[in-house]
């Protein structure tokens, strides 16, 4: 073979040494000097052939420790786009499990923490049962950063003067913590400042806000199919219509599709989820985004942008879709919830065209947000904590990642496809078409097994043969046995 074609011929042997253990899963591969070295060929052919491996979801590119390989999920497949047609516009209906998986405190985890344990005799303010609740809920490599979080709302705290406490904080939130995040979004080609953000309650007050803001009852709003089961409960609440548009498990809403519904209907806005999208983890790709504006433009259309994953990309955060609104269509909607705390119910909402009626809506319906808390945050960020915090997040996460996948690689049937997101806290499963996980709920919680079925994700009767599950906890020795437990239950 030619030199020309070099790097086909280490990628054939490397793939050899792959399929042949001679590296095995998770182990590190010759770094590129030492490869060049011992194949005798050059930086770029080596590098070439690395990425072209890691493109076939074979290796995975560590940031200053080289490339690593990982399970063979290639021949699974990812979880294919959905090609059943696009239901007209309906109310929604959002099924009781929802409620029960909650009820549980199981959203992200198949065995859930016993309630009521935050509130043992002794913790006698909110900041207290907060902080001893987070530990609860985080993996110990997180633990140095909600300790920090602890102090910095300590500080706030006993810095408030005795009058600070017969005041309301003014609607739109703590200045100091908005400026915080308008400098943290201009870092990724928003042009935010402090007047454009208001502090809300969590994620999903904020997409509340922004559907109240922008839609009237009977409305149609466009949503992914599957997508964050959160929406379809609002949806519900405010009495507005859904249409649901498939949605690839890699790279996220059909924009075609998209654009084929708004030719059918008149819809008044869209939520979306470009950064590893719950449930599936799919991240929209640059075309589908610039597609996804254009399409705004062209029929007049709010797009609401569910950014609550965007921190948790394991190889960089992609900048948000608020980044390219040229049209201030775009309301963008997060929290700390997910990046942080669970306990930190606080998120913002940049709304854009529609920010004074935002902050009029967030006054009637939470009056105001706890001061000394954005507070705490907004000198978390500012001294560096958030980020340290975030570093040891995404590795952790990435790691725990790995572990479920390959876990499942080794111990689940071979014809059930999942998604590898590099982001995010879950993976999306799909089964044979003859399991249904919304069945299995019940038998699954007899043998204390908490899932969320793929039925969750739809208003619809699709996804039966689906399931999410997340790497957000370690992978114990309980939660190994408990995935063994629930295949057994899947099948039966």
Same mark, same amino acid.
């Given at each position: 073979?030619?030199?020309?074609?070099?790097?086909?011929?280490?990628?054939?042997?490397?793939?050899?040494?792959?399929?042949?253990?001679?590296?095995?899963?998770?182990?590190?591969?010759?770094?590129?000097?030492?490869?060049?070295?011992?194949?005798?060929?050059?930086?770029?052919?080596?590098?070439?052939?690395?990425?072209?491996?890691?493109?076939?979801?074979?290796?995975?590119?560590?940031?200053?420790?080289?490339?690593?390989?990982?399970?063979d999920?290639?021949?699974?497949?990812?979880?294919?786009?959905?090609?059943?047609?696009?239901?007209?516009?309906?109310?929604?209906t959002?099924?009781?499990?929802?409620?029960?998986?909650?009820?549980?405190?199981?959203?992200?985890?198949?065995?859930?923490?016993?309630r009521?344990?935050?509130?043992?005799?002794?913790?006698?303010?909110?900041?207290?049962?907060?902080?001893?609740?987070?530990?609860?809920?985080?993996?110990?490599?997180?633990?140095?950063?909600?300790?920090?979080?602890?102090?910095?709302?300590?500080?706030?705290?006993?810095?408030?003067?005795?009058?600070?406490?017969?005041?309301?904080?003014?609607?739109?939130g703590?200045?100091?913590?908005?400026?915080?995040?308008?400098?943290?979004?201009?870092?990724?080609?928003?042009?935010?400042?402090?007047?454009?953000?208001?502090?809300?309650?969590?994620?999903?007050?904020?997409?509340?806000?922004?559907?109240?803001?922008?839609?009237?009852? &009977?409305? %149609?709003? @466009?949503?992914?199919?599957?997508?964050?089961?959160?929406? $379809?409960? /609002?949806?519900?609440? +405010?009495?507005?219509?859904?249409?649901?548009?498939?949605?690839?498990?890699v790279?996220?809403?059909?924009?075609?599709?998209?654009?084929?519904?708004?030719?059918?209907?008149?819809?008044?806005?869209?939520?979306?989820?470009?950064?590893?999208?719950?449930?599936?983890?799919?991240?929209?790709?640059?075309?589908?985004?610039?597609?996804?504006?254009?399409?705004?433009?062209?029929?007049?259309?709010a797009?609401?942008?569910?950014?609550?994953?965007?921190?948790?990309?394991?190889?960089?955060?992609?900048?948000?879709?608020?980044?390219?609104?040229?049209?201030?269509?775009?309301?963008?909607?997060?929290?700390?919830?997910?990046?942080l705390?669970?306990?930190?119910?606080? &998120?913002? %909402?940049e @709304?854009?065209?529609?920010?004074?009626?935002?902050?009029? $809506?967030? /006054?009637v319906?939470? +009056?105001?947000?706890?001061?000394?808390?954005?507070?705490?945050?907004?000198?978390?960020?500012?001294?560096?904590?958030?980020?340290?915090?975030?570093?040891?997040?995404?590795?952790?996460?990435?790691?725990?990642?790995?572990?479920?996948?390959?876990?499942?690689?080794?111990?689940?049937?071979?014809?059930?496809?999942?998604?590898?997101?590099?982001?995010?806290?879950?993976?999306?499963?799909?089964?044979?078409?003859?399991?249904?996980?919304?069945?299995?709920?019940?038998?699954?919680?007899?043998?204390?097994?908490?899932?969320?079925?793929?039925?969750?994700?739809?208003?619809?009767?699709?996804?039966?043969?689906?399931?999410?599950?997340?790497?957000?906890?370690?992978?114990?020795?309980?939660?190994?046995?408990?995935?063994?437990?629930?295949?057994?239950v $899947?099948?039966?």
């Amino acid at each position: 073979m030619s030199k020309a074609y070099r790097y086909q011929q280490l990628e054939s042997w490397l793939l050899e040494g792959i399929t042949g253990q001679r590296w095995r899963v998770g182990e590190r591969l010759p770094s590129v000097r030492d490869m060049c070295r011992e194949q005798q060929v050059s930086k770029a052919t080596v590098l070439h052939a690395y990425q072209r491996l890691e493109a076939r979801g074979l290796l995975e590119a560590r940031p200053k420790s080289g490339y690593f390989v990982l399970p063979d999920v290639a021949n699974r497949g990812a979880p294919h786009i959905v090609s059943h047609a696009i239901v007209a516009p309906a109310p929604v209906t959002v099924s009781d499990v929802v409620m029960d998986v909650m009820d549980r405190g199981a959203a992200f985890d198949i065995l859930p923490e016993l309630r009521g344990l935050e509130l043992q005799a002794g913790r006698d303010t909110l900041y207290s049962r907060s902080v001893d609740q987070n530990r609860k809920m985080t993996s110990p490599a997180n633990h140095a950063g909600i300790t920090a979080l602890n102090r910095s709302i300590g500080r706030a705290l006993r810095s408030q003067s005795d009058r600070a406490h017969q005041y309301y904080d003014e609607p739109a939130g703590d200045a100091g913590l908005r400026e915080q995040l308008a400098q943290r979004y201009r870092r990724h080609g928003c042009e935010s400042s402090a007047d454009d953000f208001c502090i809300t309650a969590g994620c999903q007050q904020s997409l509340f806000l922004a559907l109240m803001a922008c839609c009237q009852r &009977g409305d %149609i709003v @466009a949503v992914e199919s599957p997508g964050f089961y959160g929406v $379809l409960q /609002l949806l519900e609440q +405010l009495g507005l219509q859904v249409v649901e548009i498939p949605a690839s498990a890699v790279t996220g809403m059909d924009t075609e599709a998209l654009e084929r519904a708004l030719q059918q209907w008149s819809i008044r806005a869209c939520v979306v989820t470009p950064a590893f999208a719950t449930p599936t983890g799919a991240t929209l790709p640059s075309a589908s985004r610039q597609t996804l504006l254009a399409l705004a433009d062209q029929y007049d259309l709010a797009l609401i942008e569910d950014d609550i994953y965007g921190d948790l990309g394991f190889f960089g955060r992609p900048d948000p879709l608020k980044a390219q609104d040229k049209s201030d269509r775009v309301i963008l909607c997060s929290s700390f919830s997910k990046s942080l705390s669970r306990d930190v119910r606080i &998120g913002w %909402i940049e @709304a854009g065209r529609w920010h004074h009626q935002v902050k009029r $809506l967030k /006054l009637v319906t939470s +009056l105001a947000s706890s001061r000394f808390v954005q507070q705490g945050l907004a000198s978390f960020i500012k001294d560096g904590g958030y980020d340290t915090h975030l570093r040891r997040q995404r590795e952790q996460l990435r790691q725990q990642r790995n572990e479920l996948v390959e876990f499942l690689d080794k111990h689940w049937p071979k014809e059930i496809c999942f998604s590898v997101p590099e982001g995010g806290l879950a993976l999306w499963l799909q089964l044979p078409q003859g399991i249904n996980t919304l069945s299995a709920y019940g038998a699954a919680l007899n043998k204390g097994v908490v899932i969320t079925p793929g039925a969750l994700f739809s208003s619809t009767d699709h996804y039966r043969n689906c399931l999410r599950l997340s790497f957000l906890h370690p992978l114990t020795a309980s939660r190994q046995e408990a995935l063994k437990i629930l295949m057994g239950v $899947l099948s039966h």
